[in-house]
Nanobody, 122 residues
Framework: VQLQAFGGGSVQAGDSVRLSCTAS????????MGWFRRAPGQEREFVAA????????FYQDSAKGRFTVSRDNQKKTVDLQMNSLKPEDTAVYYC????????????????WGQGTVVAVSS
């Protein structure tokens, strides 16, 4: 199983970035997917999650109204559209996969991508 996240970069505050994660999982539609991030000097934290069928979505409070998570089970991808970015969104962003129930806890996820950097300047 392999997850690969991409789409990060350096942007200005207020800009938008779309992150994508591709999965080499045979039964991708069996997995709930999550996005996490680790800011410099901080613990990894939950950002967003989407259920296996895309019907249920969770967001960190700071992401609500600005970020949107989506998935395409045929393409085996999960995206994170991030709008109105702020300097505090600067972090390495990771996608992760979990079977069974959804979870906001990083330790509940079975597979992880390598991370992609988003740097937001003011």
């Amino acid at each position: 199983v392999q997850l690969q996240a991409f789409g990060g970069g350096s942007v200005q505050a207020g800009d938008s970035v779309r992150l994508s994660c591709t999965a080499s999982i045979r039964a991708f539609s069996n997995y709930n997917m999550g996005w996490f991030r680790r800011a410099p000097g901080q613990e990894r934290e939950f950002v967003a999650a989407i259920s296996w069928n895309g019907h249920t979505k969770f967001y960190q409070d700071s992401a609500k109204g600005r970020f949107t998570v989506s998935r395409d089970n045929q393409k085996k991808t999960v995206d994170l559209q991030m709008n109105s970015l702020k300097p505090e969104d600067t972090a390495v962003y990771y996608c992760a996969a979990r079977r069974f129930s959804m979870s906001k806890a990083d330790y509940d996820h079975h597979y992880w991508g390598q991370g992609t950097v988003v740097a937001v300047s003011s």
